[in-house]
RNA sequence: GGCGCUGUAGCCAAGUGGCUCAAGGCGAAGGUCUGCAAAACCUUUAUUCGUCGGUUCGAAUCCGACCGGCGCCUCCA
C-alpha cells in the first residue's frame, strides 16, 4: 500500500488514484528564462522517480509538466539581450529538454506552454468574472481572494494574518493587497494578446489551472513542486481551479525540499549558484540522481563536492556488478550452480520502503544490501549458472535502473564499443600477460600504470585480465566551505 | 509575529513506541585474494540519537521546556 504525505492535510495518506489504474500527476515546470539550476534538478529528479515509482506499481501515469514561456522575468531577460521574448524562451526551452535528458528524467507526455494555452486561459478568467471571483481595472484583472472562503487552506495561512504582515506589496487599484493578477495589461514593447480585457498577457498562476485542466481534467490525482510554491502559487492554484469549476483541484500535493549550498539557499547574488549544466560536466548524471535519492525528497539537502563524490564511488559498486553481469551473461553458462539468493525478499523490501512516502534512501539501500550478498554469492562460488544474474540482472533492471535511474545496463558493456580500441587494449592486456610470465613486474606494472593514466583501468582474476574506462579528472566546482 | 522543515557516527543519511540498544553510502583501520595492485568479500568504526525533565513495563521514536540550523509569508524548485 502507497502512501504519500499530502501537504494539503499536513498528513501521511494512503494513495487512492481516482481512476485506478490510471493517475494524473503535474509538475510545475521551469520558466525559460535561464538555465535551470541544481535545485531545479532535485525538483525534477525526485519528481521523476515518484513517477518511475508509480509505474513500476503498474499505475498508467499521465504526466505533464508545463513550461512557462512568457512571465517578467522572460520579458527582462529579452530587454537586456536586445531580442524578442519569444527568441528567449525557444532557446531556453531547448537547453531545458537538453538538460533533462541527460540527467535520464523520462519524456513528460506533454510539455504545455502557457503561450499555446491563451484561449484556455482566457476562457477560466472569464468563468471567475461571470462567477464574482475576478474584476477588471482597467486591462488588469485580478483574482478577489476574499471571494474564496477557503484561500489558505493549502499553506495554512489566514488572510487576515496576510494582511498585517507588513512584507506585502501595496497596489493600489487591488481591492485588497493579497488579490493577484490573473491578466496583465501589457506594457509598451511587450509581448501581448488579444483578451475581451484589452492587450496583454496572463498572470502567473493561470497558466497551470488552465493547462492542467486541460490536459488533466479538472480534478486529477497528484500535484508536485517545489516548497516554496506552496504560497503564493499552489495556493493561488487552487484558489483558480476550485472557484472556476466548483469542484476540488488536487487530491495529493506532494512538496520538494530546498537545496542547499554551505546551509544557505542558493542564489546568484550569494555567488553559490550552480546550473544543472554546469554540475553535468563534472559529475555523472547517476551520481547526481543517486546522491537525491540518498535523501529523502521532503527534506532540505546540502549540496556539496563531497556528496556528490561519495554518490559517484557509490555508484562504482553498482556499475561494476552491472559490467559483470553482462560479461557472465555473455559467457551464458548453463550449467554450474545456482546460488540461493531470496529475491523476493529484496523486492519486497525495496517496494515496502518507496510505499512509505516515497523513501528513497530506505530503497537505495536495500539496493546496497542486494548488490553486497550478490558479490558475496560470486565470491564464493565457481561456475555459476547464467539463470543466476538474470535474476540479478532482473532486479536491478526493475529498481535501480527502471525506478532510480542510476544504471544504465545499455552503457554497463564496455567491452564491445569501438572495434579498434578494443582490440589495441585487448593487445596491451596480452603483452602484460607475457611480461608477467617472466616476471618482467617493471614491464607490467608500466602497461597497467600508464592504461589507468589514460583512463583505462586493468584488473586481474582468476579468469583473466578485464578492463574498464575510468574518470580521471578530481575538480571541485564548489569554493571550499569556511571552518 | 504566523506557517513549515530540521538537529542521529569523521562526513552524508534512513529509522518516529518493543523484530532496529540504530539501515545504507562515503571515509578510516585490520584481514582474505594478488608478484604487487585494482575489484570483490570479511571484521572493526554511535552503550547512543541537540540539552534537561516527564509519560511508559519499555522512547532516538510520545509530552513539556530550553538551545541551534533552514525555508516560506515578495511571480525563487
Redo the contacts with the bound molecule.
Keep these: 500500500m502507497l502512501s504519500i504525505y499530502n501537504t494539503l492535510t499536513?498528513t501521511k495518506e494512503e494513495f487512492k488514484p481516482i481512476n485506478p489504474p490510471n493517475v494524473k500527476m503535474y509538475v510545475?515546470g521551469?520558466?525559460v528564462y535561464d538555465y535551470f539550476?541544481i535545485?531545479?534538478a532535485?525538483?525534477f529528479i525526485m519528481a521523476d522517480i515518484i513517477r518511475r515509482y508509480l509505474e513500476f506499481k503498474g499505475y498508467e501515469v499521465k504526466y505533464i509538466m508545463n513550461l512557462t514561456d512568457v512571465?517578467?522575468?522572460i520579458i527582462k531577460k529579452s530587454i537586456s539581450e536586445k531580442r524578442d521574448a519569444k527568441l528567449v524562451a525557444d532557446d531556453y526551452s531547448k537547453a531545458f529538454f537538453e538538460d533533462i535528458q541527460k540527467l535520464k528524467i523520462k519524456p513528460a507526455d506533454v510539455y504545455p506552454k502557457a503561450t499555446n494555452h491563451i484561449e484556455e486561459i482566457i476562457d477560466i478568467i472569464k468563468k471567475l468574472e461571470e462567477k464574482g471571483f475576478a474584476y477588471n481595472i482597467d486591462g488588469n484583472v485580478f483574482y478577489n481572494v476574499n471571494k474564496f472562503p477557503e484561500y489558505g487552506k493549502l499553506?495554512?495561512?489566514?488572510i487576515d494574518?496576510?494582511e498585517s504582515?507588513a512584507?506585502?506589496?501595496i497596489n493600489e487599484e487591488k481591492k485588497d493587497p493579497l488579490d493577484?493578477?490573473l491578466w496583465?495589461k501589457a506594457k509598451v514593447g511587450e509581448p501581448y494578446w488579444e483578451s475581451p480585457w484589452g492587450k496583454g498577457r496572463p498572470?502567473?498562476h493561470i497558466e497551470c489551472s488552465a493547462m492542467s485542466c486541460k490536459h488533466l481534467g479538472e480534478t486529477f490525482d497528484i500535484h508536485a513542486?517545489?516548497?516554496?510554491?506552496?504560497?503564493?502559487h499552489h495556493e493561488n492554484e487552487i484558489a483558480q481551479s476550485e472557484a472556476a469549476t466548483g469542484k476540488k483541484f488536487v487530491n495529493y500535493w506532494v512538496h520538494?525540499?530546498?537545496?542547499?549550498i554551505n546551509?544557505?539557499?542558493?542564489?546568484k547574488s550569494l555567488g553559490n549558484f550552480f546550473t544543472a549544466r554546469d554540475i553535468l560536466k563534472i559529475y555523472s548524471a547517476e551520481a547526481v540522481r543517486l546522491a537525491f535519492a540518498?535523501?529523502?525528497y521532503?527534506?532540505?539537502?546540502?549540496f556539496s563536492d563531497?556528496?556528490l563524490?561519495?554518490?559517484e564511488?557509490?555508484l562504482?559498486?553498482l556499475k561494476?556488478l552491472a559490467e559483470k553481469i553482462e560479461e557472465e551473461i555473455k559467457i551464458n553458462r548453463v550449467d554450474g550452480i545456482i546460488p540461493q539468493l531470496e529475491f523476493e525478499k529484496y523486492k519486497t523490501n525495496f517496494e515496502a520502503a518507496m510505499d512509505?512516502d516515497f523513501?528513497s534512501?530506505?530503497a537505495?539501500?536495500v539496493i546496497?544490501?542486494f548488490?553486497?550478498d550478490v558479490?558475496?554469492a560470486?565470491?564464493e562460488n565457481e561456475n555459476i549458472n547464467i539463470k543466476f544474474y538474470l535474476s540479478v540482472k532482473e532486479f536491478l533492471r526493475k529498481t535501480a535502473e527502471g525506478v532510480l535511474g542510476i544504471l544504465d545496463f545499455s552503457k554497463a558493456s564496455t567491452q564491445n564499443d569501438g572495434a579498434l580500441e578494443n582490440d589495441l587494449i585487448e593487445l596491451l592486456i596480452k603483452l602484460r600477460h607475457d611480461a608477467?610470465l617472466e616476471k618482467n613486474?617493471a614491464l607490467?606494472?608500466r602497461i597497467?600504470n600508464e592504461l589507468k593514466n589514460i583512463g583505462i583501468?586493468?584488473?586481474?582474476?582468476k579468469s583473466g585480465t578485464t578492463y574498464k574506462k575510468i574518470k580521471i579528472k578530481n575538480v571541485n566546482i564548489l569554493p571550499p566551505g569556511e571552518e
Design positions: 499536513r510545475c521551469p520558466t539550476h535545485g531545479n532535485r525538483s512571465d517578467d522575468r499553506s495554512g495561512k489566514k494574518e496576510l504582515g512584507r506585502i506589496e493577484f493578477a496583465k498572470g502567473w513542486g517545489g516548497n516554496d510554491l506552496i504560497f503564493p520538494f525540499g530546498f537545496l542547499n546551509n544557505e539557499k542558493m542564489s540518498q535523501t529523502h521532503a527534506g532540505p539537502l546540502n563531497e556528496l563524490a561519495s554518490a564511488k557509490g562504482e559498486k561494476n512509505e523513501n534512501p530506505q537505495c539501500a546496497f544490501d548488490i553486497r558479490n558475496r560470486i565470491a608477467k613486474y607490467s606494472d597497467r583501468e586493468l584488473q586481474d582474476s
